[in-house]
Every structure is written in structure tokens, then in C-alpha cells.
């Protein structure tokens, strides 16, 4: 059933994570392969895809005051004391610890190389002792799907990079339900589980607070305040959709900047888990939907998010806060305003046509003015539909159904966008290709 298959994806793809996910896989990639090399850490390795190179780079980590850079996230993983590391291995960081991993980034003990063949999520690091002995780690296709660890060169653990195991799974349930009817999850959707229905509700109550820490001190920009000084100017209108524009970019702010508290992700994203629960919880309190309502809304944004990050790839070329957390938001934003599948893919094509192919430059503090473009396009999109906005599956990239819009999303994700890629990072890196 495809209920049932949505149930299981979510349980996988929304969870709590500290920080940025991105640096946070590099800080779990050099603490697994740090435990397979016993003595002092004398040197680390880091193979980088293009995507997970250029989304490290810029972005505020947790536990340090600010500070960036993937040399930081590789050293603070390495000296983790972590016992089981996940997505919060960096959780309640010492002066100690991270003045460790400072001395040893500016020993400079940790080098860093591009895959330019690797597309999507991969690292492999590689830990190097001071009694010859070395640690490796792979982590591709997911924020924690470990596919190798060696030690010494020899291999400890292997798995398929879709396997059954840990969080290879994920990839292979994202599969499935991209495969799945989704008109029968819509109309299936009030069977969702009372234990599905609370997790996606406390990640409102934990995402609320980081959207609170944004509104106080802890975002660089300040943005979700200064959006608010302009409602009560009057440049902007205060209403519904500039509220949870306000609200969300100042969480994304706060994220971005280094903020020390935990976010509910969607389909391995903090910002898209940001991206879908504030703007619905706002736009649940305007219209006055329980607490089912919401939690089914929920549900339908996390499902399609999920679809789109098999289509495109955890990570691209593509903007995943945009256009797939942005086109579930949609989808989820017209069910709470009363609509049913048609008026829902209706929206969905109005998101489409609208801001497919925003791209993705990297994790940072800006992506909170992109997140305003997402709340708006998408709250606009659904609010449309409702009063009988429909574009022709004709136009562009629309497809004659919600799977298939979903599904040519992805095709220009991967492998249209690719050498969009790596322009990218050549412009961040200062080293714009040559025509």
C-alpha cells in the first residue's frame, strides 16, 4: 500500500540533526575512520564530490562561535567522543575538544581533494596515525549511508550504496516511493500512524526554536527581524505569507550561522525541514486546522520532498530548499487550505513552472533569502490553484500528472544541471571555467 510506504520513507527521512548536514557528514566520515587508527591523529585525507565540497564551505558550525570551513568540520569529527556518531555527533562541544581540532587545522594537517567524477553526496576520508596505521571511511547517496570502512587498507565493512542495511535503506525506500500512486497516498492519508503524526509535530516545536534563536542573536544576518520591521513599516503587508517568510528565514539564518540547537530534517536537509514546518504551522494557526490536519499536511510535504530527492539526488546542481522542499510545501499548503489532489496538482505545476532550476551555490546565511523565495512562491502557487489557477501540461516542463512533474524535475537536476555544477564551485572557488 502506498500509505504504508510513505510511512516507512518518513521514519528514515526526517530526523534531528545538529548543524549543517553537509560538514556534519564530513565530521562522521573522519570520526569512523578515526576509529579505525588507534594512535595520535597525524594527518587527514578528504576525497569530495562537487556538491558536498561547495555546501561545506561556507556554512557556520555548531559548538564553535561561527566558525566555518571543512577542515573545522573534519577535525571536530575526528576528535568526537561520540559513542554511537550520528547527525549530532558534535553535540555539546567542549573548549577542549574544539580547541583541539583549531590547533590542528592550523597545523595544517588536513588536506582536501575534489572528485570531479563524483556527482551527488560522497566522501572519503582517510585518517592517518602517528603508528602508520590508517582509518577509511566512505559515506555516498545519503547524509550517513556508510558504504566502506578499512583499516590499513584492508576493508572492515562494505555495502552497496542502496543496500538493506543502515542507511542505505533510505535510498532504496525513496525509490519505492517514487514508485508509488500518489493519488493513493492523498486519499489514504488520515490512516497516517498516531507515531508518524507526533514525530512531524515535534519537529514544528523543535524547529520553532530555532527560528526563535534567529529572532534573537544568533543569526549573522538578522533577517527574520528586519522582514518584520518592514511589515510594521508597512513596506511589506502583514499578512499570512510574510509572516511565515519572516519566521523561516530567520531559522534558516540562525542555522546557517552556526545556531547550537538541533533542526527536524526533511529528506536530509535541515533548511528543507524549515522550509515545510514553519510555513505550515503558520499557515495552520491562519486558517485554524488541528493538530490531524497539520500532521497529514505534514506528511503529504515530507512524501513529496522525499520523491524529489530520488529524482534529483540528495544533493545537485538544484536548490533542494526551492524547488523540492518548496514543491512539497505547495502540495501541503493546498491541502490545508481545503483543496483536493487535482487543485494540489495544479499547484504543483504552478510551483514547477515557476522555480525549477533555482540553483543550489552552497550551504551559507544566504539560503535564508532563498527560503523567502520558497515560502512565497509556494504559499502563492497553492493560493492560486485555489481560485482556479491551472497551467497547460503543455508549457515547458509540466507533466500530465503530479508523478511525472516530479520526475522531470529530477532529469534536470541530474543529468541536466551536472556541468552547471562544477561552473559553481569553479566561481566559488575563483576559478570561473574558461568558455
Not at 549543517?20 to 597525524?42: F, H, M, S
Not at 516542463?397 to 552547471?420: C, D, K, Q, R, Y
Request: net charge negative.
Amino acid at each position: 500500500m502506498s500509505l504504508a510506504q510513505l510511512e516507512r520513507t518518513l521514519k528514515l527521512d526526517i530526523k534531528a540533526a545538529l548543524g549543517c548536514t553537509e560538514p556534519i557528514t564530513i565530521a562522521l566520515a573522519t570520526c569512523k575512520a578515526r576509529r579505525q587508527a588507534e594512535g595520535k591523529v597525524r594527518h587527514i585525507n578528504l576525497k569530495l564530490s562537487t556538491n558536498l565540497l561547495k555546501n561545506a564551505m561556507e556554512v557556520g558550525i555548531p559548538g564553535t562561535g561561527g566558525q566555518r570551513g571543512i577542515p573545522l568540520a573534519a577535525a571536530l569529527g575526528c576528535f568526537s567522543p561520540a559513542e554511537e556518531p550520528g547527525m549530532t555527533l558534535l553535540e555539546g562541544m567542549s573548549d577542549d575538544w574544539l580547541q583541539r581540532a583549531r590547533e590542528f587545522v592550523d597545523s595544517d594537517l588536513v588536506d582536501i581533494e575534489l572528485v570531479p567524477d563524483k556527482h551527488g553526496l560522497f566522501v572519503e576520508a582517510r585518517v592517518d596515525d602517528d603508528s602508520g596505521n590508517s582509518g577509511t571511511c566512505i559515506i555516498q547517496g545519503s547524509h550517513e549511508n556508510c558504504v566502506l570502512l578499512a583499516r590499513n587498507g584492508k576493508t572492515v565493512f562494505k555495502s552497496d550504496k542502496a543496500g538493506d542495511n543502515g542507511s542505505g535503506k533510505l535510498l532504496k525506500e525513496r525509490q519505492t516511493l517514487a514508485g508509488k500512486s500518489f493519488t493513493n497516498i492523498w486519499n489514504n492519508i488520515r490512516d497516517l500512524s498516531p507515531e508518524l503524526r507526533q514525530h512531524m509535530l515535534s519537529g514544528i516545536e523543535m524547529n520553532l526554536k530555532v527560528a526563535e534563536a534567529g529572532m534573537g542573536k544568533d543569526g549573522f544576518l538578522n533577517i527574520g527581524n528586519i522582514y518584520r520591521d518592514l511589515i510594521k513599516e508597512g513596506w511589506l503587508g502583514n499578512d499570512v505569507i510574510n509572516e511565515a517568510k519572516a519566521v523561516t528565514s530567520a531559522a534558516v539564518d540562525a542555522r546557517m550561522s552556526g545556531c547550537d540547537l538541533p533542526v527536524m530534517t526533511s529528506a536530509g536537509s535541515g533548511n528543507q525541514g524549515l522550509t515545510i514546518t514553519l510555513p505550515l504551522h503558520v499557515l495552520a494557526n491562519h486558517v485554524k486546522a488541528d493538530e490531524n490536519r497539520l500532521s497529514e499536511a505534514l506528511a503529504i510535504s515530507h512524501g513529496i520532498t522525499s520523491i524529489l530527492k530520488h529524482h534529483s539526488g540528495t544533493l545537485s546542481a538544484m536548490c533542494g530548499c526551492v524547488v523540492c522542499s518548496g514543491t512539497g510545501l505547495t502540495a501541503g499548503a493546498t491541502y490545508l487550505l481545503g483543496g483536493d489532489l487535482e487543485i494540489a496538482t495544479a499547484a504543483v505545476n504552478n510551483m514547477v513552472g515557476s522555480i525549477t532550476g533555482i540553483i543550489c551555490d552552497g550551504a551559507k546565511v544566504g539560503c535564508a533569502i532563498k527560503l523567502i523565495c520558497a515560502v512565497d512562491s509556494a504559499f502563492q502557487a497553492a493560493m492560486m490553484a485555489m481560485h482556479g489557477l491551472k497551467l497547460p501540461t503543455t508549457n515547458g516542463v509540466l507533466g500530465e500528472n503530479l508523478e511525472s512533474s516530479l520526475a522531470n524535475i529530477g532529469l534536470i537536476a541530474a543529468p541536466g544541471m551536472i556541468e552547471t555544477d562544477d561552473q559553481i564551485l569553479s566561481i566559488m572557488l575563483g576559478k570561473p571555467l574558461k568558455q
